[in-house]
């Protein structure tokens, strides 16, 4: 949540804006400096209700209570707080609030609606009491109480009515004369008939008429009515039945309030709950109220479908990062307006947040209409929108789902939705994918493990393997790659291919990155505190998000100061893809790596964008050939001379940049011989180790002996 500026306090501030604001608009028996302190601690509430987490928009129910209660009753005071509250708390509170701020306006209405509305009726039904008493009393009584009557009739400010049974108007005071502009003589040229309005709900009338017989004693509901100009105003009506001394029905008392400026408000304050502020299309609540009805509807085996389309822009924060986001609010609105044009009957589309919208098919009645859409969607966008002085190009990925209800939920088809939208970005953007349950299965098991990867991160979930890296010449240990793996609690030990990737995405990756390097840097201390010179060096993968991390060389540093590891017993590798592709922060953090006496490899030499210049200014020191090099090398009698050219080609290349170069993937002796010949100076690999607990590697170091031949060695790591 946006902290509020520094400066005059906020709440100060928004309480003497409100005072200022309603003063004079309601007969308040306060003075200004008292109407601020009562405003002061509503304003309060009201502050503390949107900044909260989650925020408490019902607050603002108690809120408007409380100003009915205080005697804030003019018809321009809520408007004025509606509008002052909805303005100012952004402004006051940064505009993280904003939907708070509408939410709790509008509850806020309600609640000063409902509270006045509570008022109202218990004046009412003190009124009808009252002509009860006038009519049960005694003759002598009788005179006084018919005048309390008169006075209370006359001068209400509700309009008020009396009729007879047979539905004719009799009397009408001035507040209801004034209410629908006819004089009382014209009034009572009127019957209750004549008041009808062709939208009055189908109920009205019976239960009219069952007053009329007596059955009940009064009726309220809210109802339209046209004045006498045609002008349409909506009121709140209760008709009361009035019996004579033997219970009978006698006369109808008709109370109406006008609630005309009150339901526009309502009216206002829902369409700003359900529409996007900046596209007007409808926003996320509508969707989901929408999408929530559909099998909400469905009968048990019914056989309705339902679809949608869920898309979101490509390239749209690129709009926004490079020329405002004012601009990229235009960009939205064209947008919101194309696919507005797209849809038809039974369609809804709706922008769900940022740059995300959805398409909404009920009854859709087969997949084919759900692609025809997003065909449509597609072509819609091609056109280039110009803006900026300058002509731009906006494309959509689209997940298009379309399923029968019976055999789905809401929140099911929008989770395939969403898995479908990342397939169609991942298979190139600018297009769209259909549904298919077998491939969202294995996305969902990816997103599963997202979802998992910080817990597990925090709770030491992950371990650290080390393969031996030998050399060539005479098969002993020279150093160790660290590799780590996922001790899952449900799923068993997960190798890397099925989590480093999504690991990368969330960002995860730099934390873990973070764990794997303490642990393969305490481990190899120990080993140099046992074996001294003879010990290995451990080299630790890490990723290119883990490059462009600020403080990477201060915290491998502090490391190693901490660990008490030789900076020269550390080996950093790196892909050959994250060297090239950029040359900023990860060239940096190489330069103070390696200052400090770090050693670089790069790891799959051979797979990325050899650029062979830039890779003669890199700070490297070992160059990893991918094991698809060697493959062809593994049988002397089967050997790829085509392989062997490559091989040597690349050894030549590293020694000419006078790198050490080491082979990955050896699983043969006469592999390993072959690498040998053709001039790589190490090789890791099966024939040497699979990767072995820390343990097992000071094991391998106390025995002294040289890798290849062990069988027990050969085992899964």
Same mark, same amino acid.
């Given at each position: 949540?946006?902290?509020?500026?520094?400066?005059?306090?906020?709440?100060?501030?928004?309480?003497?804006?409100?005072?200022?604001?309603?003063?004079?608009?309601?007969?308040?028996?306060?003075?200004?400096?008292?109407?601020? =302190?009562?405003?002061?601690?509503?304003?309060?509430?009201?502050?503390?209700?949107?900044?909260?987490?989650?925020?408490?928009?019902? @607050?603002?129910?108690?809120?408007?209570?409380?100003?009915?209660?205080?005697?804030?009753?003019?018809?321009?005071?809520?408007?004025?707080?509606?509008?002052?509250?909805?303005?100012?708390?952004?402004?006051?509170?940064?505009?993280?609030?904003?939907?708070?701020?509408?939410?709790?306006?509008?509850?806020?209405?309600?609640?000063?609606?409902?509270?006045?509305? =509570?008022?109202?009726?218990?004046?009412?039904?003190?009124?009808?009491?009252?002509?009860?008493?006038?009519?049960?009393?005694?003759?002598?009584?009788?005179?006084?109480?018919?005048?309390?009557?008169?006075?209370?009739?006359?001068?209400?400010?509700?309009?008020?009515?009396?009729?007879?049974?047979?539905?004719?108007?009799?009397?009408?005071?001035?507040?209801?004369?004034?209410?629908?502009?006819?004089?009382?003589?014209?009034?009572?040229?009127?019957?209750?008939?004549?008041?009808?309005?062709?939208?009055?709900?189908?109920?009205?009338?019976?239960?009219?008429?069952?007053?009329?017989?007596?059955?009940?004693?009064?009726?309220?509901?809210?109802?339209?009515?046209?004045?006498?100009?045609?002008?349409?105003?909506?009121?709140?009506?209760?008709?009361?039945?009035?019996?004579?001394?033997?219970?009978?029905?006698?006369?109808?008392?008709?109370?109406?309030?006008? @609630?005309?400026?009150?339901?526009?408000?309502?009216?206002?304050?829902?369409?700003?709950?359900?529409?996007?502020?900046?596209?007007?299309?409808?926003?996320?609540?509508?969707?989901?109220?929408?999408?929530?009805?559909?099998?909400?509807?469905?009968?048990?085996?019914?056989?309705?479908?339902?679809?949608?389309?869920?898309?979101?822009?490509?390239?749209?924060?690129?709009?926004?990062?490079?020329?405002?986001?004012?601009?990229?609010?235009?960009?939205?609105?064209? @947008?919101?307006?194309?696919?507005?044009?797209?849809?038809?009957?039974?369609?809804?589309?709706?922008?769900?947040?940022?740059?995300?919208?959805?398409?909404?098919?009920?009854?859709?009645?087969?997949?084919?209409?759900?692609?025809?859409?997003?065909?449509?969607?597609?072509?819609?966008?091609?056109?280039?929108?110009?803006?900026?002085?300058?002509?731009?190009?906006?494309?959509?990925?689209?997940?298009?789902?379309?399923?029968?209800?019976?055999?789905?939920?809401?929140?099911?088809?929008?989770?395939?939705?969403?898995?479908?939208?990342?397939?169609?970005?991942?298979?190139?953007?600018?297009?769209?994918?259909?549904?298919?349950? =077998?491939?969202?299965?294995?996305?969902?098991?990816?997103?599963?493990?997202?979802?998992?990867?910080?817990?597990?991160?925090?709770?030491?979930?992950?371990?650290?393997?080390?393969?031996?890296?030998?050399?060539?010449?005479?098969?002993?240990?020279?150093?160790?790659?660290?590799?780590?793996?996922?001790?899952?609690?449900?799923?068993?030990?997960?190798?890397?291919?099925?989590?480093?990737?999504?690991?990368?995405?969330?960002?995860?990756? @730099?934390?873990?990155?973070?764990?794997?390097?303490?642990?393969?840097?305490?481990?190899?201390? =120990?080993?140099?505190?046992?074996?001294?010179?003879?010990?290995?060096?451990?080299?630790?993968? &890490?990723?290119?998000?883990?490059?462009?991390?600020?403080?990477?060389?201060?915290?491998?540093?502090?490391?190693?100061?901490?660990?008490?590891?030789?900076?020269?017993?550390?080996?950093?590798?790196?892909?050959?893809?994250?060297?090239?592709?950029?040359?900023?922060?990860?060239?940096?953090?190489?330069?103070?790596?390696?200052?400090?006496?770090?050693?670089?490899? &790069?790891?799959?030499?051979?797979?990325?964008?050899?650029?062979?210049?830039?890779?003669?200014?890199?700070?490297?020191?070992?160059?990893?050939?991918?094991?698809?090099?060697?493959?062809?090398?593994?049988?002397?009698?089967?050997?790829?001379?085509?392989?062997?050219?490559?091989?040597?080609?690349?050894?030549?290349?590293?020694?000419?940049?006078?790198?050490?170069?080491?082979?990955?993937?050896?699983?043969?002796?006469?592999?390993?011989?072959?690498?040998?010949?053709?001039?790589?100076?190490?090789?890791?690999?099966?024939?040497?180790?699979?990767?072995?607990?820390?343990?097992?590697?000071?094991?391998?170091?106390?025995?002294?002996?040289?890798?290849?031949?062990?069988?027990?060695?050969?085992?899964?790591?």
């Amino acid at each position: 949540m946006t902290e509020p500026a520094a400066g005059p306090d906020p709440l100060e501030v928004l309480a003497a804006d409100w005072a200022e604001e309603v003063e004079g608009t309601s007969y308040v028996p306060m003075a200004a400096d008292e109407l601020r =302190d009562h405003l002061r601690e509503l304003a309060r509430l009201v502050v503390d209700a949107v900044r909260a987490d989650p925020p408490r928009p019902e @607050v603002g129910a108690e809120v408007g209570r409380r100003l009915v209660v205080a005697h804030f009753t003019g018809p321009s005071t809520v408007d004025r707080t509606v509008v002052l509250l909805g303005e100012r708390l952004p402004a006051l509170y940064g505009p993280g609030v904003q939907a708070a701020a509408h939410a709790l306006t509008g509850a806020l209405a309600a609640g000063y609606a409902a509270a006045l509305r =509570d008022r109202t009726l218990d004046e009412q039904e003190a009124i009808r009491r009252a002509v009860l008493v006038a009519r049960q009393h005694t003759e002598q009584a009788l005179h006084a109480s018919e005048a309390r009557f008169r006075a209370m009739f006359h001068e209400a400010a509700i309009g008020m009515g009396l009729g007879d049974m047979q539905g004719r108007i009799l009397e009408v005071n001035p507040a209801m004369t004034h209410m629908f502009g006819h004089s009382a003589e014209e009034f009572t040229r009127l019957t209750v008939g004549d008041l009808t309005h062709p939208d009055d709900a189908p109920s009205v009338w019976p239960l009219y008429e069952r007053l009329l017989r007596g059955e009940l004693d009064n009726v309220r509901l809210e109802k339209r009515f046209f004045r006498r100009n045609g002008e349409e105003i909506v009121g709140h009506l209760t008709l009361s039945l009035v019996r004579d001394d033997q219970g009978q029905p006698a006369y109808q008392l008709a109370m109406l309030e006008d @609630v005309t400026e009150r339901h526009r408000l309502q009216e206002h304050l829902e369409y700003q709950a359900y529409h996007d502020p900046l596209t007007t299309l409808a926003n996320r609540a509508r969707f989901t109220e929408r999408l929530e009805r559909v099998f909400a509807e469905a009968a048990p085996g019914s056989t309705r479908r339902v679809g949608v389309c869920f898309l979101d822009l490509d390239g749209f924060k690129t709009i926004n990062d490079s020329l405002g986001h004012d601009v990229g609010d235009l960009m939205l609105q064209e @947008v919101a307006h194309r696919l507005d044009a797209c849809v038809g009957e039974g369609e809804l589309v709706a922008r769900t947040g940022g740059d995300e919208f959805v398409v909404l098919v009920e009854d859709s009645r087969g997949v084919e209409r759900l692609v025809a859409l997003a065909d449509r969607v597609l072509a819609a966008l091609a056109p280039p929108v110009r803006l900026a002085g300058q002509e731009l190009s906006v494309t959509a990925s689209i997940g298009v789902v379309e399923q029968p209800v019976a055999e789905t939920t809401a929140s099911e088809l929008m989770r395939a939705a969403d898995i479908t939208l990342y397939t169609a970005k991942a298979e190139g953007r600018g297009r769209w994918a259909v549904h298919d349950p =077998d491939r969202d299965e294995a996305e969902t098991a990816r997103f599963t493990l997202s979802a998992a990867l910080p817990s597990a991160v925090a709770h030491g979930e992950f371990f650290v393997l080390y393969q031996p890296l030998v050399s060539l010449a005479d098969h002993r240990i020279r150093g160790v790659e660290a590799l780590v793996r996922w001790q899952h609690p449900r799923l068993g030990v997960l190798s890397p291919s099925l989590f480093i990737g999504p690991a990368e995405e969330t960002g995860v990756i @730099v934390p873990l990155g973070r764990a794997v390097l303490e642990t393969a840097c305490r481990d190899a201390r =120990d080993w140099h505190a046992e074996f001294g010179a003879a010990a290995p060096f451990v080299s630790v993968n &890490v990723a290119p998000r883990q490059l462009h991390e600020p403080g990477l060389v201060a915290e491998v540093a502090a490391l190693l100061d901490r660990t008490g590891l030789p900076p020269a017993r550390l080996q950093v590798e790196l892909t050959e893809r994250a060297l090239t592709t950029d040359e900023g922060a990860p060239l940096k953090a190489l330069d103070g790596l390696r200052a400090m006496g770090v050693r670089i490899a &790069v790891d799959d030499f051979g797979t990325g964008y050899s650029n062979l210049s830039y890779l003669r200014r890199l700070p490297v020191d070992v160059i990893k050939l991918d094991g698809s090099f060697g493959e062809g090398l593994r049988e002397e009698e089967l050997s790829d001379e085509v392989d062997e050219r490559i091989v040597g080609t690349l050894v030549a290349l590293g020694h000419a940049l006078d790198l050490t170069v080491t082979a990955e993937g050896v699983e043969t002796a006469s592999q390993a011989a072959r690498l040998r010949a053709l001039g790589c100076d190490e090789g890791q690999g099966w024939l040497f180790a699979p990767a072995l607990p820390a343990e097992e590697v000071a094991t391998l170091l106390r025995r002294g002996l040289p890798l290849g031949d062990d069988p027990r060695l050969r085992r899964s790591g």
